[in-house]
């Protein structure tokens, strides 16, 4: 075909983007705003056809099974998304908490100590204030591990729309909270909501994990086509195993290397992560929410989350128990421990961040799905987590306003002070400047 052809052929619906834009659209997922708005916006979407008359449609979908029989892989789609695509959204939490452990804030004790502390408050407070909203109105503790999880994605995201000149520091602490509380979710996943384990399987798994660290972090090896077929396995093994497949993410972003490849090169980890990003914040992320937040929002909906235990303790624990968390397991740290908050912060900015915190929505959904089995209790648990994030991310989004409000008049202050001294001592506003 000419070139000119080439350049003038006609593009066809869902045909695939130019280099230019196709790095232009990765590029974006690989920010926090972008991510999160994707995010909000699939949720939105499944909340809108699970409402509609087409709800049957997103039932059906939902509910549709494919896969490999023999394997035990024949899953519904809501299944593919939280065991498998959900597993990439793992992957790069595991490896950004590798950075961090290694050359980022976590790798300095003294400097960790706080965030690691309220994020541990941040998870242990939920848990409680669902268990005791829950069993005080007749309910169970099913549930104690809903409201422990903080989204990245979501609590990034709207930190990004409003930060225009809040601290550096915020955004750290709440990022550290962040990768501590979905460590400590992979932990519950793994202890809890294991009840069989099929033990060649999880030998078989474990035996794939050291042969990806010996590939990756000893031979050296690159290529795609190496690590994909083994993660594939090492995740299908994972899954037979009976320990949750999200695991097998998280495990193998861990063993990723930090380290600089020769004098002047890349992290791998950070290359890895600048790859796989965008197909989690743009594929994996966007269709777990989709396929998990759809669920029938009515007066009755809402009258049995305000009137019924478990759901109302899982919102409550979002709304309230992460703050009080979050706010108290600081106080402690600070007050009975040589940690110490930045001096960039205020304790205005760490209440903020507490109700930051509070939106659990990706992680929240898929533990209330391995926590409860018959579809009613989990649909009023979804409504539950929805009505605690929401509430959680509208306080916090008033307060980092304000806070946003009062940096942005320092900052200006700041700038016409400046602006007064360069013009006292002759600067370039100072028109007797030309006269010396």
Same mark, same amino acid.
């Given at each position: 075909?000419?070139?000119?052809?080439?350049?003038?052929?006609?593009?066809?619906?869902?045909?695939?983007?130019?280099?230019?834009?196709?790095?232009?659209?990765? =590029?974006?997922?690989?920010?926090?705003?972008?991510?999160?708005?994707?995010?909000?916006?699939?949720?939105?979407?499944? $909340?809108?056809?699970?409402?509609?008359?087409l709800s049957g449609a997103?039932?059906?979908?939902?509910?549709?099974?494919?896969?490999?029989?023999?394997?035990?892989?024949?899953?519904?789609?809501? &299944?593919?998304?939280?065991?498998?695509?959900?597993?990439?959204?793992?992957?790069?939490?595991?490896?950004?908490?590798?950075?961090?452990?290694?050359?980022?804030?976590?790798? &300095?004790? %003294?400097?960790? $100590?706080?965030?690691?502390?309220?994020?541990? /408050?941040?998870?242990?407070?939920?848990?409680?204030?669902?268990?005791?909203?829950?069993?005080?109105? *007749?309910?169970?503790?099913?549930?104690?591990?809903?409201?422990?999880?903080? =989204?990245?994605?979501?609590?990034?995201?709207?930190?990004?729309?409003?930060?225009?000149?809040?601290? /550096?520091?915020?955004?750290?602490?709440?990022?550290?909270?962040?990768?501590? #509380?979905?460590?400590?979710?992979?932990?519950?996943?793994?202890?809890?909501?294991?009840?069989?384990?099929?033990?060649?399987?999880?030998?078989?798994?474990?035996?794939? @994990?050291?042969?990806?660290?010996?590939?990756?972090?000893?031979?050296?090896? &690159?290529?795609?086509?190496?690590?994909?077929?083994?993660?594939?396995?090492?995740?299908?093994?994972?899954?037979?195993? %009976?320990?949750?497949?999200?695991?097998?993410?998280?495990?193998?972003?861990?063993?990723?290397?930090?380290?600089? #490849? %020769?004098?002047?090169?890349?992290r791998p980890a950070e290359?890895?992560?600048?790859?796989?990003?965008?197909?989690?914040?743009?594929?994996?992320?966007?269709?777990?929410?989709?396929?998990?937040?759809?669920?029938?929002?009515?007066? =009755?909906?809402l009258g049995d989350v305000?009137?019924?235990?478990?759901?109302?303790?899982?919102?409550?624990?979002?709304?309230?128990?992460?703050?009080?968390?979050?706010?108290?397991?600081?106080?402690?740290?600070?007050?009975?421990?040589?940690?110490? $908050? /930045?001096?960039?912060?205020?304790?205005?900015?760490?209440?903020?961040?507490?109700?930051?915190?509070?939106?659990?929505?990706?992680?929240?959904?898929?533990? *209330?799905?391995?926590?409860?089995?018959?579809?009613? #209790?989990?649909?009023?648990?979804?409504?539950?987590?929805?009505?605690?994030?929401?509430?959680?991310?509208?306080?916090?989004?008033? @307060?980092?306003? @304000?806070?946003?409000?009062?940096?942005?008049?320092?900052?200006?202050?700041?700038?016409? =002070?400046?602006?007064? #001294?360069?013009?006292?001592?002759?600067?370039?506003?100072?028109?007797?400047? &030309?006269?010396?």
């Amino acid at each position: 075909m000419p070139a000119g052809n080439r350049k003038n052929r006609t593009r066809t619906f869902l045909d695939r983007l130019p280099l230019p834009e196709r790095t232009f659209v990765a =590029d974006a997922l690989r920010t926090e705003t972008v991510g999160g708005m994707v995010l909000l916006a699939a949720a939105a979407v499944a $909340l809108v056809w699970a409402n509609t008359p087409l709800s049957g449609a997103y039932e059906s979908v939902r509910n549709f099974h494919f896969g490999i029989e023999a394997l035990g892989l024949n899953l519904s789609v809501a &299944h593919w998304t939280a065991d498998g695509l959900l597993a990439i959204f793992f992957f790069v939490a595991g490896a950004e908490l590798k950075r961090e452990l290694v050359v980022g804030k976590l790798r &300095h004790p %003294g400097t960790a $100590l706080l965030p690691v502390v309220a994020a541990i /408050s941040g998870m242990v407070v939920p848990a409680l204030v669902y268990g005791l909203v829950a069993t005080s109105m *007749g309910g169970t503790w099913n549930g104690w591990a809903v409201p422990m999880a903080t =989204d990245i994605a979501f609590a990034l995201g709207v930190l990004a729309v409003i930060d225009t000149h809040l601290p /550096s520091a915020l955004r750290a602490f709440l990022l550290t909270l962040a990768v501590v #509380d979905d460590l400590g979710a992979i932990v519950v996943i793994a202890l809890f909501y294991t009840s069989t384990i099929h033990l060649p399987a999880l030998i078989g798994a474990m035996l794939g @994990l050291g042969l990806f660290f010996h590939l990756h972090d000893r031979r050296r090896v &690159h290529g795609w086509y190496w690590y994909v077929p083994l993660a594939l396995a090492i995740w299908g093994l994972t899954y037979a195993s %009976g320990v949750h497949a999200t695991v097998a993410g998280v495990a193998m972003g861990l063993l990723l290397r930090v380290t600089k #490849d %020769g004098e002047r090169g890349r992290r791998p980890a950070e290359r890895i992560l600048h790859l796989v990003r965008p197909v989690s914040a743009g594929v994996a992320v966007p269709l777990f929410a989709l396929f998990a937040a759809g669920v029938s929002v009515s007066g =009755d909906t809402l009258g049995d989350v305000v009137g019924r235990a478990e759901p109302l303790g899982v919102a409550l624990g979002l709304a309230a128990g992460k703050a009080l968390g979050v706010v108290g397991g600081s106080y402690l740290a600070v007050r009975f421990t040589r940690a110490r $908050l /930045s001096a960039e912060l205020a304790w205005a900015d760490v209440i903020a961040v507490a109700m930051l915190a509070g939106i659990g929505f990706t992680v929240s959904l898929l533990i *209330g799905e391995l926590a409860y089995s018959d579809p009613a #209790d989990l649909e009023q648990i979804k409504a539950g987590i929805l009505l605690g994030s929401l509430t959680s991310a509208l306080l916090a989004c008033l @307060l980092l306003k @304000l806070r946003n409000n009062k940096y942005r008049r320092l900052y200006e202050a700041e700038a016409a =002070d400046e602006n007064a #001294d360069e013009n006292a001592d002759g600067g370039p506003g100072d028109p007797s400047a &030309h006269d010396r």
